[in-house]
């Protein structure tokens, strides 16, 4: 409503600015003719006459109405170089500042809404950058100015910012307008103020403040390097610390483009992933799995049974499966690919030079043009009093330690209700442990949708997992071999007993002990990297976990090719990290796959969307495999058919979604979709029953009609 009233107020001052013509009086013959009159004014009371044309001007730049620059020669005529400057400085500061301020009550919301997706790399340059981009269009007067007070209200640009850098950035311009007014009796023409020449200057200037800032960057950049001497030559092109995907995607690449590269592991080769993660993960869900299975064979026309197994077997085949991957991860094969791997702790000893403490004892010195950082992250353990005491397992030492196990824990307790707490909690509950997963917000998986979390929570208490939403575990205490859990939920106490608990409350970054605190590489909860994942050090680069802002194994090796190719490649050329279209999936039962935007993600960033939904329930596939539960969730631009975001939930959306992720990449549309030969009967149908659901949504009912009723005309 107050934005209504607000539209109707501008529009009825610029219908009264045109219909009592002052657009005409606004013109250089127009203020010509007027000037005896305005000089008598101004002679009889100047103070007043000042403050009116002060006030005038600000409201026709509010306004963004024509004649700001014959106001600007006037101020000249009427009040001198000096006056005629300050006046029009500041109302043409103010007005356009007005301007700004109108545009963005007005308008911002909805651009934002609209386009907040599109516009998130614009917003996040106009963030840092913004008052250097103004400065620039300010100082050169081709670029209409009404335009520029409109187009930056849009932005996220601070209003007093804008205020400040206009008023700086408008100087020169008002100086050399004015001054063409004190000498209005010569001036033929607009055109005549502007010489190209004097043109070519203002867009020197112009063009001068982002010079400045790109030397203001290679300063910058020379500055974090004080105090380092630099070596004459180098041992190798790119030093890569860290083993695990980012690692070994980085060296891989930079030994395909024969450059020569180091790769230093402390550990184990394959880093988390293959030796504490998503493998061995992955191989206990299958075998949880498949003991859920047999338990529901009735589902399949069998008999039930109940799995008798050795859990001791089940954690050596996770061994042995780890052992059957290792070979992609191994020094002979990334040897063999033309990189030096070498097994020992690295410390970073300045911005050229790492220190190696080797595996088999003594140190190497190396030094590289550049160095990526892949040191990937490990558990967080929550600062719980008793915890230590009790003892606790995390991703790190769980699949060493229970392998000595010849049971399943017999009361387990998972702390955290994500990916990796879900996954286990009820794999380790499909193997007989009576698991019971503790999670502080009221529901798991809080990153998908109330819905999807919603099914996997049904699931996993179908499992046989207690879950306990929207509890707070406050300490641990330990009585003779009894441990116990002190949980609390809306101000109440309970206790759960327990044989063994799992921490799996998140992952923290590695960023002690190699050598970052030393040379002040910024870091926060990760290595601070920019555009290019460079460090504080413009040939230091991170990647993987230990960056952020996603982790995954897949965008790890993501990120390790924009890092290798910067590094070594960066003088000609270098490349911004794109995350637009970044699919994850977790590997609970029902699967959950995602790319682009949730539901959730939409509502809480304000984007305008359609969504479409196909229950597996209706798929061929799904029904002849008795596994109908879940669905194909897709998000569509309104009216259109590009796709926002996908989530799948059931058998296989992992491997489901990457048709999605595909078609979001390269900008296919459900259309594409839906006009593709999907095999039959194949989980994949899902995706285009997606697709022909919005087409469905989408049916032209007007142009049905008339086809309609030409099919009655062709009958007779
Ligand atoms: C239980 C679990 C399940 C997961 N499941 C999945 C999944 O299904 N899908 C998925 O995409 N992701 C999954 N992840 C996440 C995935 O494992 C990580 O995102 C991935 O490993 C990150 O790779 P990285 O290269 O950044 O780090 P890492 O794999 O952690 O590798 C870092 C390496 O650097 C070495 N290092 C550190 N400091 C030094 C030093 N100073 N000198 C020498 N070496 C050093 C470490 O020893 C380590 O080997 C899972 C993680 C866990 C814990």
């Known amino acids: 409503m107050k934005k209504i009233g607000l539209v109707i107020a501008i529009l009825l001052?610029?219908?009264?600015?045109?219909?009592?013509?002052?657009?005409?009086?606004?013109?250089?013959?127009?203020?010509k003719s007027g000037l005896v009159q305005f000089e008598v004014w101004r002679a009889e009371a100047p103070?007043?006459?000042?403050?009116?044309?002060?006030?005038?001007?600000?409201?026709?730049?509010?306004?963004?109405?024509?004649?700001?620059?014959?106001?600007?020669?006037?101020?000249?005529?009427?009040?001198?170089?000096?006056?005629?400057?300050?006046?029009?400085?500041?109302?043409?500061?103010?007005?356009?500042?007005?301007?700004?301020?109108?545009?963005?009550?007005?308008?911002?919301?909805?651009?934002?809404?609209?386009?907040?997706?599109?516009?998130k790399a614009f917003n996040e340059g106009v963030e840092k950058d913004g008052a250097f981009y103004l400065f620039t269009l300010r100082l050169v007067p081709v670029f209409p100015f009404f335009l520029i007070n409109l187009l930056m209200g849009?932005?996220?640009?601070?209003?007093?910012?804008?205020?400040?850098?206009?008023?700086?950035?408008?100087?020169?311009?008002?100086?050399?307008?004015?001054?063409?007014?004190?000498?209005?009796?010569?001036?033929?023409?607009?055109?005549?103020?502007?010489?190209?020449?004097?043109?070519?200057?203002?867009?020197?200037?112009?063009?001068?403040?982002?010079?400045?800032?790109?030397?203001?960057?290679?300063?910058?950049?020379?500055?974090?390097?004080?105090?380092?001497?630099?070596?004459?030559?180098?041992?190798?092109?790119?030093i890569v610390i860290g083993g695990g995907a980012g690692g070994l995607v980085s060296a891989y690449i930079a030994a395909a483009v024969k450059s020569k590269v180091t790769l230093i592991e402390a550990h184990k080769m394959g880093g988390d992933c293959l030796n504490y993660g998503c493998i061995p993960s992955k191989a206990i869900i299958k075998s949880a799995k498949i003991a859920q299975q047999m338990r529901h064979a009735k589902n399949y026309g069998?008999?039930?049974?109940?799995?008798?197994?050795?859990?001791?077997?089940?954690?050596?085949?996770?061994?042995?499966?780890?052992?059957?991957?290792?070979?992609?991860?191994?020094?002979?094969?990334?040897?063999?690919?033309?990189?030096?791997?070498?097994?020992?702790?690295?410390?970073?000893?300045?911005?050229?030079?790492?220190?190696?403490?080797?595996?088999?004892?003594?140190?190497?010195?190396?030094?590289?043009?550049?160095?990526?950082?892949?040191?990937?992250?490990?558990?967080?353990?929550?600062?719980?009093?008793?915890?230590?005491?009790?003892?606790?397992?995390?991703?790190?030492?769980?699949?060493?330690?229970?392998?000595?196990?010849?049971?399943?824990?017999?009361?387990?307790?998972?702390?955290?209700?994500?990916?990796?707490?879900?996954?286990?909690?009820?794999?380790?509950?499909?193997?007989g442990s009576n698991v019971t997963q503790v999670e502080r917000s009221d529901r798991i998986m809080v990153r998908e949708d109330e819905e999807v979390s919603a099914l996997v929570q049904e699931s996993m208490i179908a499992d046989g997992v207690n879950i306990l939403t929207s509890h707070n575990a406050l300490r641990c205490e330990k009585e003779g071999d009894i441990k116990r859990l002190i949980v609390e939920k809306d101000g109440v106490e309970s206790v759960i007993e327990f044989d063994a608990l799992l921490c799996?409350?998140?992952?923290?970054?590695?960023?002690?002990g190699y050598g970052l605190e030393n040379l002040g590489v910024e870091t926060n909860r990760t290595i601070v990297t920019n555009d290019y994942l460079e460090t504080l050090f413009p040939n230091i680069f991170a990647v993987g976990d230990v960056a952020g802002p996603y982790q995954f194994t897949h965008v790890a090796a993501h990120q390790a090719w924009f890092a290798a190719v910067n590094a070594l490649f960066g003088t000609f050329k270098k490349f911004r990290a794109d995350y637009r279209v970044i699919p994850w999936a977790t590997f609970v039962d029902p699967e959950v796959a995602r790319v682009g935007l949730s539901e959730q993600d939409a509502k809480e960033q304000g984007i305008e969307y359609e969504m479409v939904r196909y229950g597996l329930d209706d798929l061929d596939r799904a029904i002849a495999e008795s596994a109908t539960k879940g669905f194909v969730k897709v998000l569509t631009v309104p009216g259109k058919d590009k796709i926002?975001?996908?989530?799948?939930?059931?058998?296989?959306?992992?491997?489901?979604?990457?048709?999605?992720?595909?078609?979001?990449?390269?900008?296919?549309?459900?259309?594409?979709?839906?006009?593709?030969?999907?095999t039959y009967p194949t989980w994949a149908e899902s995706n285009k029953y997606a697709a022909g659901e919005w087409k469905r949504a989408h049916t032209p009912e007007r142009i049905l009609k008339w086809i309609e009723k030409y099919h009655t005309w062709r009958r007779g």
């Open 13 to 31: 001052l610029v219908v009264g600015f045109f219909h009592y013509d002052l657009d005409r009086l606004l013109t250089l013959d127009g203020l």
């Open 47 to 119: 103070l007043l006459v000042g403050s009116a044309f002060l006030l005038l001007y600000v409201v026709v730049t509010a306004l963004s109405l024509p004649g700001a620059v014959i106001m600007t020669l006037a101020a000249g005529t009427l009040f001198g170089l000096f006056w005629g400057t300050v006046i029009v400085s500041f109302a043409s500061s103010i007005g356009a500042t007005l301007a700004f301020l109108v545009s963005r009550y007005l308008l911002r919301d909805w651009v934002q809404a609209k386009f907040g997706s599109r516009l």
């Open 154 to 238: 849009l932005t996220a640009l601070r209003a007093f910012t804008f205020y400040w850098v206009s008023q700086v950035g408008m100087l020169v311009g008002t100086v050399v307008y004015v001054n063409a007014g004190t000498q209005l009796g010569q001036l033929e023409s607009l055109s005549g103020i502007l010489s190209p020449s004097l043109l070519f200057s203002f867009v020197l200037l112009g063009v001068f403040p982002l010079v400045a800032k790109k030397l203001l960057d290679v300063i910058k950049a020379r500055r974090v390097y004080a105090g380092f001497t630099k070596p004459k030559s180098f041992d190798r092109n790119l």
């Open 302 to 431: 069998l008999e039930n049974v109940e799995p008798t197994f050795s859990f001791k077997k089940v954690m050596a085949r996770v061994h042995d499966v780890i052992s059957k991957v290792e070979p992609h991860d191994s020094v002979e094969r990334y040897t063999e690919l033309g990189v030096d791997v070498v097994q020992g702790y690295a410390k970073i000893i300045d911005p050229w030079t790492v220190e190696i403490q080797l595996n088999d004892g003594g140190t190497q010195r190396l030094t590289a043009r550049s160095i990526i950082l892949a040191t990937g992250a490990r558990p967080f353990v929550p600062p719980l009093p008793g915890l230590d005491d009790v003892g606790y397992y995390t991703s790190d030492t769980l699949w060493g330690e229970f392998a000595k196990f010849d049971e399943p824990p017999k009361r387990l307790v998972v702390l955290g209700g994500g990916p990796i707490g879900s996954e286990l909690a009820q794999s380790f509950a499909r193997l």
């Open 504 to 512: 799996a409350v998140g992952r923290q970054a590695r960023l002690e």
């Open 644 to 678: 926002l975001g996908v989530t799948i939930v059931g058998e296989h959306s992992g491997e489901l979604l990457a048709e999605f992720v595909l078609a979001m990449k390269h900008g296919l549309g459900l259309n594409k979709i839906l006009g593709t030969i999907h």
